[in-house]
C-alpha cells in the first residue's frame, strides 16, 4: 500500500522528470556477458550508475526486456559486479513492470545523501530467449488420418517454464508441455491427425518470473512441414456397345472401364483387379487425370470376373492406398444367334407336327386298304379315306396341343 502511494507520487513526478530528461540509454557491465551486470544509464553524453534503493526484480525485469535479456534471474544487492564510478543518475527508480525502459518509470527526485557506488544496482538476467530447435521424432513427414506425429522442441540453455507446439495460421498452440526448469526439450505429439492438422510447424518456450510474475515467449523455432494423406474410395464404371444387356459385354466386342477419384496426387495410380473363378488378375495405369479408362477389346470369356478398382501413392518414401471400390461383375455373352431359343423350339414343334400327320394319313390309308377289299360301289360311298386323316387329325391335335 504504501509502495502504491510511493509509486503513484513518483509517477507524477515522473511525468515531469521524462519531459525534462534526455536519457540516452542503458547498459549492464562488468558482467559476465551482455546480460548481467551493474546498470547504468547514459545522461548528457556520460554514463552514470542507479542507486540500488527500491531495487527488486520489478525494476531489473524492465532492464532484462529492454535489452533482449529474457526475464532476470535474480537481484543481488550491494555492487556485486564492482563499484562503478562517476554520477549516480538515478537514485530511487519505481517502476510497474511494463515500462518499455527503465528511464520511463518513475524516479524519485528527493536527494538521498546515503546513496554512494557501494549501492550500485546491478541485475542479472535469464539471457537473450533463443530460437528453439524443432525436430520431427516420426520417420516420415507424410501421414495418414489417424496416425500421430512426435515432434520434440529443445533448446541450449534457459529456465523455462512450458513448450508449445504451433500451426503456422493458428494463434493458439496445439500441443503444450509443462516443463521443470532444467529440462531442455520437450517431446509434443500430435494425436489422431486429421486432414486439416496439414501444415507447418514450429515451436516455442516460455520463460517465468517469479516476482512479478511475468511470462516471456522465445522467438518461434524453424518450420516442419506435414501432408496428411487422405485417400478417398475410388468409383468405377463400364462402358460398351449398347445391345450388350446391363451387367454383360457381347463376346469378340469392346468394352472398357473407368476408374475415378475425388482426390488427386501427384504420382498416382489406379489399379484395377478382376477376380475371375480360376484367380486374380491385376493392372494398372497412371493417374494423371481424376478418372482413367482401362480399354479392352475382343472380349473372351477370360475377361468375367468381379472387378475393383482401387487407388495409390507414394508420397514422402510411403505407399498409400485407397480402399477398393465395390465389385463390378461382368459377363461375356455369346453373340445372339440369328433364331432365339424359342424360335427353334417353335419350328421343332411345327415340324413334328407335320411329319406326324404325314405320317398318319399314310398308314391310316394303308390300315384302310387292308380291311377288305372293297367293291367299286362300295369304294363310292365309304367314308374310310375321309374319316380316318379327320380323326388323325384330331388325335394329334390333342396330343400336342393338350399334352398330358
Ligand atoms: C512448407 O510449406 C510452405 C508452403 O505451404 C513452403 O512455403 C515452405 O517452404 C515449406 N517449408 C519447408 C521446410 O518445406
Ligand atoms: C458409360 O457408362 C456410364 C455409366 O454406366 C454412363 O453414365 C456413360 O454415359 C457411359 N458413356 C458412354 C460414352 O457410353
Ligand atoms: C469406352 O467405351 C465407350 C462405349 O463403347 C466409348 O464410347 C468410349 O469412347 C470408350 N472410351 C475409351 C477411352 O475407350
Ligand atoms: C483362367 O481361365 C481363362 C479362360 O476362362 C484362361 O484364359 C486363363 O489362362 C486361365 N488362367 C489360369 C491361371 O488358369
Known amino acids: ?95 510497474l513492470g511494463h515500462e518499455s525502459s527503465l528511464t520511463r518509470c518513475a524516479v524519485a527526485l528527493h536527494n538521498n545523501a546515503y546513496c554512494t557506488h557501494e549501492n550500485d544496482a546491478v541485475v542479472k538476467c535469464s539471457g537473450t530467449l533463443l530460437m528453439p530447435t524443432l525436430t520431427l521424432l516420426s520417420p516420415h513427414t507424410v501421414f495418414s488420418p489417424g496416425e500421430a506425429v512426435r515432434f520434440s522442441c529443445s533448446i541450449l540453455q534457459g529456465h523455462l517454464s512450458d513448450f508449445h507446439l504451433y500451426k503456422h495460421g493458428v494463434s493458439t498452440p496445439l500441443v503444450t508441455q509443462r516443463a521443470d526448469q532444467t529440462q531442455k526439450k520437450a517431446e509434443l505429439t500430435l494425436s489422431d491427425i486429421e486432414t486439416f492438422h496439414q501444415g507447418s510447424y514450429s515451436c516455442q518456450y516460455r520463460i517465468k518470473s517469479g516476482f512479478p ?19 478417398l474410395t475410388p468409383q468405377h464404371w463400364y462402358n460398351t456397345s449398347t445391345e450388350a444387356p446391363a451387367g454383360s459385354v457381347i463376346k469378340g466386342h469392346n468394352f472398357n472401364i473407368t476408374c475415378s477419384t475425388p482426390q488427386q496426387y501427384p504420382g498416382g495410380s489406379f ?62 455373352r455369346d453373340p445372339d444367334p440369328v433364331l432365339s431359343p424359342m424360335g427353334i423350339s417353335w419350328l421343332v414343334s411345327g415340324l413334328t407336327f407335320v411329319v406326324a400327320v404325314v405320317i398318319l394319313i399314310i398308314v391310316a390309308k394303308v390300315l384302310c386298304n387292308k380291311e377288305k377289299k372293297p367293291t367299286e360301289l362300295e369304294r363310292e360311298t365309304r367314308t374310310c379315306k375321309f374319316l380316318f386323316p379327320s380323326e388323325a387329325f384330331k388325335l394329334l391335335t390333342e396330343m400336342f396341343v393338350y399334352p398330358e
Not at 510474475?213 to 485417400?231: C, D, F, G, K
Not at 475377361?303 to 477398393?324: A, D, I, K, W
Open 271 to 332: 489399379q484395377l483387379r478382376l477376380i475371375r473363378s480360376n484367380g486374380t488378375v491385376r493392372q494398372s495405369l497412371p493417374a494423371l487425370t481424376p478418372s482413367v479408362t482401362f480399354t479392352f477389346s475382343n472380349a473372351q470369356s477370360s475377361n468375367e470376373g468381379y472387378y475393383y478398382c482401387l487407388y495409390r501413392v507414394q508420397l514422402g518414401g510411403r505407399t498409400f492406398v485407397s480402399r477398393e471400390s465395390q465389385p463390378l461383375p461382368i459377363a461375356i
Open 1 to 95: 500500500m504504501l509502495r502504491f502511494l510511493h509509486i503513484l507520487l513518483t509517477g507524477l513526478l515522473g511525468v515531469l522528470w521524462d519531459g525534462v530528461t534526455a536519457f540516452g540509454g542503458v547498459r549492464l557491465v562488468d558482467g559476465e556477458s551482455k546480460c548481467s551486470g551493474r546498470v547504468e544509464v547514459l545522461l548528457h553524453n556520460q554514463w552514470g550508475t542507479v542507486c540500488d534503493h527500491g531495487w527488486d526484480p520489478r525494476e531489473a525485469n524492465v532492464v532484462c526486456l529492454e535489452l533482449g535479456c529474457g526475464l532476470a534471474e535474480f537481484t543481488p544487492h550491494g555492487a556485486v559486479y564492482g563499484e562503478g564510478s562517476g554520477p549516480i543518475w538515478l537514485r530511487h527508480v519505481q517502476c
Open 213 to 231: 510474475s511475468q511470462l516471456l515467449s522465445s522467438p518461434p523455432s524453424n518450420s516442419i512441414n506435414i501432408t496428411v494423406v487422405e485417400l
